[in-house]
């Protein structure tokens, strides 16, 4: 079953506009990852943010984690058109399951068009 | 990171047979994972596939219409069986790099079923 809910569904920006992508999770986490699509092709992945961080930087990309609000963010900045497909957000959920062997739990993801 | 491939990238089958997806990575991994993403729509976990044992199963998805296969620690298949046109879908394989719980994803398989 899905653990998150991506907002929104779908985003359109401009060429250089920045883009923001938010992720809410329903349980208690160990890490939360952020994975790209294109054309339904692969996961690329993007970043991974553990439960006791706030917030990450890769790049152009930066990533925020709220864990009292079960709540993560996304911000591409100066966006380009080859960024241009799907972000998907998917959480390490802490359970019962020895942890490294938790699978991941996707979210519905955005879908994100950047026009030139 | 780890480098996963997989095999075929995309098939066209008929009702009723079954295809047969590998998944090779190129290092060993104590966990594979199969996932299952549907027209349109988010990923979805099949099973868990552990070396020597036999795969776990999430709600929804059986041993039998799924077979499972993990004999040695850089490679797994997943059959589909019985296909019908419900099963077309991207079906993907994965993998988590246990020193940084950072999971990679392969290819993809691409399956239509007529």
């Known amino acids: 079953s899905q653990q998150g809910e991506e907002d929104p569904q779908a985003l359109s920006i401009q060429e250089g506009e920045n883009a923001t992508m938010n992720c809410s999770y329903k349980?208690?986490?160990?890490?939360l990852q952020w994975y790209r699509q294109n054309s339904g092709r692969g996961l690329v992945h993007l970043i991974l943010i553990r439960s006791n961080e706030r917030e990450k930087h890769s790049g152009r990309l930066r990533v925020t984690l709220d864990t009292s609000k079960k709540s993560s963010s996304l911000l591409i900045t100066a966006s380009r058109a080859a960024d241009t497909a799907s972000y998907f957000c998917a959480t390490d959920a802490r359970g019962p399951r020895v942890s490294g062997n938790t699978p991941l739990v996707f979210g519905k993801g955005t879908r994100l068009s950047v026009i030139a | 990171s780890a480098v996963i491939s997989q095999k075929p990238s995309r098939d066209i089958c008929q009702r009723g047979t079954s295809l047969t997806i590998q998944c090779q990575v190129d290092?060993?991994?104590?966990?594979m994972f199969w996932y299952r993403q549907q027209p349109g729509q988010s990923l979805t976990l099949i099973a868990t596939?552990?070396?020597?044992?036999?795969?776990?199963?999430e709600s929804g998805f059986v041993i039998d219409k799924f077979p499972i296969s993990r004999p040695n620690l850089t490679f797994s298949t997943l059959t589909v069986s019985n296909m019908s046109p419900e099963d077309s879908s991207i079906y993907l394989c994965?993998?988590?790099?246990?020193?940084?719980?950072?999971?990679?994803f392969g290819p993809g398989t691409r399956l239509t079923v007529l």
């Open positions: 994965s993998v988590k790099q246990g020193n940084t719980d950072t999971q990679y």
């Open positions: 596939a552990n070396q020597g044992s036999e795969a776990t199963y």
């Open positions: 290092s060993q991994v104590t966990m």
């Open positions: 349980t208690s986490i160990n890490n």
